[in-house]
């Protein structure tokens, strides 16, 4: 099975070079985030013309998150157990979204941003974290031979090498010690970075800026995951990350992050 995450940074905006790269790429399961579109308004039709089912999440314009599978979906899930709200709203972000595909349990997550470390947001983020990591906790003891992938944007940069440059992010958001601690939880958890042994930095990115030529002057980062409980690592034959998708006429910020699973581990 090949599975893959991308922040899509609007889904419709993008559907035409979705719908392309799926064709191409021969992925079973996308996990989609940044969709910016309410229920109604997801392009479900661009998924189904080509064989995947689709679940989506999304209240408005901001956030979104999705899943496309070929290989089956089933018991979807809109929010995690625990998943923190933003301020005093009644309903969690549409920030994550899971079901069971082709057996495995998959998660597509939207990691808030944190904004700046004086912010309100970047409080809401570690929270979330941690609620994530709880949830994730909960799901190995219930079954530690679970295979649950957790794809998705942290708007984390676990490692220095992650950054074009640490000077750069002195002070910021994304590589600060909280954001790498409640990063590092969730692999002490058991979900294991599948994509790095394949594909490791330094200058190996998943989101380049659109301002200042970031792309071309390789000023990236790597945000973008699919981290793995023990069960599912143990299948992952291959991975990498398709930087051509970020190239062309109106890409994603982001490239997506690609596991090939084996039939056995």
């Known amino acids: 099975m090949r599975l893959a995450t991308w922040n899509v940074n609007s889904v419709r905006a993008r559907s035409e070079r979705i719908a392309a790269w799926l ?25 189904t013309e080509l064989g995947y089912t689709v679940a ?38 549409a920030r994550a979204i899971g079901a069971r595909c082709g057996g495995v349990d998959v998660w597509s997550l939207y990691v808030p941003n944190g904004r700046e470390l004086d912010d309100p947001h970047y409080v809401y983020k570690l929270d979330w974290l941690a609620a994530l990591r709880t949830a994730g906790t909960a799901w190995l003891e219930e079954d530690p031979a679970a295979r ?3 794809c998705g944007d942290f708007n ?37 970075d599948t994509v790095r ?32 409980s023990p069960a599912l690592a143990a299948q992952v034959a291959d991975g990498r990350i398709d930087r051509e998708e970020r190239k062309g006429k109106g ?15």
Not at 59 to 73: C, F, K, P, T
Not at 159 to 170: C, I, L, S
Request: aromatic share 10%.
């Open 148 to 150: 649950i992938a957790l």
């Open 197 to 228: 042994p394949f594909a490791p930095g330094p200058g190996v990115y998943t989101y380049w800026d659109y301002k200042g030529l970031a792309f071309p002057k390789r000023k990236g980062m790597r945000i973008d995951f699919v981290l793995a």
């Open 56 to 93: 989506h999440h999304g209240h408005s314009q901001w956030n979104g998150v999705a899943i496309a599978s070929r290989v089956g979906l089933e018991e979807v899930r809109r929010d995690f157990p625990g998943q923190p709200t933003w301020k005093d709203e009644d309903q969690p972000e």
């Open 156 to 192: 984390v940069a676990p490692e220095d090498t992650d950054v074009w440059d640490m000077a750069e992010f002195e002070g910021s958001t994304h590589v600060s010690p909280a954001e790498r601690d409640a990063f590092a939880a969730l692999v002490e958890a058991g979900f294991t």
């Open 23 to 47: 064709t191409r790429s021969e992925v079973d399961v996308l996990a989609i985030q940044e969709t910016k579109c309410r229920q109604d308004q997801f392009p479900t039709e661009v998924f």
């Open 251 to 265: 890409p994603s910020d982001h490239a997506p992050v690609i596991v090939d699973l084996s039939t056995s581990g």
